[in-house]
């Protein structure tokens, strides 16, 4: 299978831990977006890369939040310090440079104790 | 407040009904897509909207992009249970290359 790939699933986490998710992209595909999606609500954009480049970051990401993608294929996205708000799904898209299509991977569900 | 509006929030209706989705918004996209979402999973694509006024049909669904580009309707003929889900929109702005979401319509189609 060549989808997008996350792990792990589920993250069951206590309060001030740090924790870290990855994104698998499909494998052509240079663009990569981090959304977070909340019971209830559409999936909130984070940041996107293109290749290994960070070009936006939303106001949403706090400092305690960090991605990267260091080679342009794989990505992290890192949470210091959590905090109870934090809990949602993450999700990861990937989609080739000027398409209008992304496809999603099946997310990462965050629990904060 | 949210760039895109969509309504309903939720609709129950009976297998073998028709349906109407609607996602709308003041401003203008250079495309919009449409996902359907079920519990635990990410969304999976339907569908891209490219050109103002554009119809597509994807079997019983039908997506419709506003001649103006600021709207867009999913009508399900049919519905089964198997259409149980999430439907979402979400809309690219031009010169943008980051996608707004809606906050989705909650769809329980009864057996």
């Known amino acids: 299978d060549t989808g997008v790939s996350q792990d792990p699933r589920h993250k069951i986490t206590k309060r001030g831990q740090n924790v870290t998710f990855r994104c698998d992209p499909i494998s052509e595909h240079n663009r990569l977006y981090w959304y977070r999606q909340t019971l209830g609500q559409g999936p909130e954009f984070l940041t996107y890369f293109q290749n290994e480049a960070q070009l936006e970051k939303s106001r949403l990401l706090s400092d305690r939040f960090s991605a990267e993608r260091p080679k342009g294929s794989f990505s992290t996205l890192e949470i210091q310090r959590t905090e109870q708000g934090d809990s949602a799904m993450y999700l990861c898209a990937s989609s080739l440079a000027g398409s209008d299509t992304q496809y999603f991977g099946p997310g990462t569900r965050l629990t904060v104790l | 407040t949210q760039l895109l509006e969509q309504s309903p929030q939720f609709l129950s209706i009976q297998e073998g009904e028709n349906l109407t989705v609607y996602c709308n918004s003041s401003s203008v996209f250079s495309s919009l897509q449409w996902y359907r979402q079920e519990p635990g999973e990410g969304p999976v694509l339907l569908v891209t909207v490219v050109t103002g006024g554009e119809v597509k049909k994807l079997k019983r669904l039908t997506f419709q992009f506003g001649d103006a580009r600021k709207d867009s309707s999913l009508h399900i003929t049919a519905a089964q249970t198997g259409d149980t889900g999430l439907y979402l929109c979400?809309?690219?702005?031009?010169?943008?290359?980051?996608?707004?979401f809606g906050s989705g319509t909650k769809l329980n189609v009864k057996p």
């Open positions: 979400a809309g690219k702005k031009y010169n943008f290359n980051k996608f707004y």
